[in-house]
């Protein structure tokens, strides 16, 4: 029987994909490719005279290649950019943390990961993304020197050719052969055992498209960002999302840069948060994962159906735990001090329900709305579920707020690394007139009944477009894009 990991990473005969399907925060990706190497072994597919291709030197691929070094697997690792783990290197202001989005399950604070008990390849400690980088690279050097005989990387690589070989018998019937092509350079290639591709499938849609055509992009996930400076007397903030990019954003402007598990700390330092609570949040995330993994990967209105009684349920539960603590001073006071010096931010995102798949996330968000929509002294909404942004032009001082780039299609205003990553945003703090629309589903029941939703047209001067990823549909060979990891802790 073919094992169950490989069968779901897949794409062709050995040939695997580990960073198309989700969950894939870092950490999920180290521990996607730490476990395929693992299961890789066991199948025999890499081995002395098998070797490992990994293509993509992030997290997951590194981690994978390092994984395959330390079992003495020969192996090679390539990537098209010039250095390593360059999606963290711009996010100079992202604070990461390996477990705090394991909430509530007990060892959310303990910030170490493992695997079978042992550590995991890069050294992963609470730290900010840039500075990660920086060190997963030093990690990266130290096993490539201590690995040199069967340890190899080679960057600029523009393509990864691989082909099915006959194997003659006496083992596995079959191995690849993979092709490498760099711009002036000879193409060289080498027979393989396995290829694990984990490059992505795809860029994060930060734009905002009207009758076809971008009207504004807002800043990257993974860029500098001066949200952590905004301030309640200057900026009128608009999200637009409801996944774990667009949550993590809102919780880092009201709280002027804090992490999720620092505003957890204050909440549960009142006393307030039962284990009775966080036995029934845990429940319900629970349910709810197990019941996602299963919608459907392409359809997108199936799979939203397929969801719909888990997030559901998921939201209801969070909402009354929110209210019960609510009734607690202690955690009035805490929430209060956050929204005395937040920004005015709103939150539009065209579900009925919030889709992140971190369940801390949701229950901190879900929290200060509750309290700032039943705020006797200034209620206000923030949450505008069932609403799309329909357009958006520039007010006030003139700019222009896209520009043309060299593949075409329109890019937003300001500078870019050499590796295309936005680094200064030219609408960021400039005056914005957005307008909204309702997109109810028809094949779904209105729940919850919008509150006051979609908001009425207005001016704003901080605009976050967080759309999860512009990317095709995963492969059809690739049987189940939905995953449940284990924890990375033991």
Not at 87 to 104: E, V
Not at 179 to 203: D, E, M, Q, V
Not at 234 to 254: K, P
Not at 433 to 454: D, K
Request: aromatic share 8%; glycine share 8%.
């Amino acid at each position: 029987m073919d094992d169950p990991l490989l069968l779901a990473h897949r794409e062709k005969k050995f040939s695997y994909l580990i960073s198309g399907p989700v969950p894939i925060s870092i950490r999920d990706q180290m521990l996607r490719g730490v476990m395929i190497v693992h299961r890789l072994l066991e199948a025999g597919e890499i081995g002395g005279d098998r070797p490992l291709v990994v293509t993509g030197a992030g997290a997951g691929g590194a981690s994978a290649a390092m994984e395959a070094a330390r079992h003495g697997i020969p192996t090679i690792l390539v990537d098209s950019a010039s250095v390593p783990f360059l999606r963290q290197l711009a996010a100079k202001s992202r604070k990461l943390h390996p477990t705090q989005y394991d909430w509530p399950a007990a060892h959310y604070m303990s910030g170490a990961l493992q695997y079978n008990g042992q550590p995991l390849p890069l050294h992963y400690p609470p730290e900010r993304a840039d500075k990660l980088s920086i060190a997963w690279r030093r990690d990266l050097d130290v096993a490539r020197s201590r690995h040199s005989q069967h340890f190899h990387i080679y960057y600029d690589i523009t393509k990864v050719r691989p082909s099915l070989l006959k194997t003659p018998a006496g083992g596995l019937s079959h191995s690849l052969g993979v092709t490498f092509h760099r711009n002036g350079s000879p193409s060289f290639s080498i027979k393989a055992g396995a290829l694990i591709k984990a490059y992505g499938i795809g860029h994060e849609n930060c734009s905002v498209v009207v009758n076809g055509t971008p009207c504004y992009e807002g800043q990257p996930f993974w860029g500098p960002d001066n949200f952590s400076s905004l301030l309640q007397s200057q900026h009128h903030v608009l999200i637009s999302g409801s996944g774990d990019g667009a949550l993590q954003d809102f919780l880092r402007i009201m709280t002027g840069g804090q992490r999720a598990i620092d505003i957890l700390r204050s909440i549960q330092s009142t006393g307030a948060l039962s284990s009775s609570m966080l036995l029934e949040i845990m429940s319900a995330e629970d349910e709810a994962h197990r019941g996602r993994s299963w919608a459907h990967d392409q359809d997108s209105t199936l799979r939203q159906k397929h969801q719909f009684y888990y997030f559901k349920k998921l939201e209801e539960t969070h909402r009354s735990i929110a209210k019960k603590i609510l009734t607690n001073i202690g955690v009035q006071k805490v929430i209060k001090s956050i929204l005395d010096h937040s920004p005015s931010v709103k939150i539009v995102y065209k579900e009925p329900f919030i889709t992140s798949y971190y369940g801390l996330n949701r229950f901190l968000t879900i929290l200060i709305a509750e309290y700032s929509l039943h705020n006797n002294h200034t209620p206000r909404n923030i949450l505008y579920p069932e609403c799309v942004i329909t357009n958006i032009t520039p007010t006030g001082k003139p700019h222009v707020c896209m520009q043309p780039s060299a593949t075409g299609q329109p890019r937003a205003n300001g500078t870019y690394s050499a590796h295309g990553v936005l680094l200064t945003h030219a609408c960021f703090g400039q005056d914005h007139w957005v307008t909204f629309g309702a997109v109810p589903s028809a094949s779904l029941p209105s729940w919850p009944p919008p509150a006051v939703s979609p908001p009425p047209g207005g001016t704003y001067n901080v605009i976050i477009i967080r759309h999860g990823l512009a990317r095709s549909l995963l492969p059809a060979s690739i049987k189940r894009s939905n995953h449940l990891f284990p924890y990375g802790q033991t």
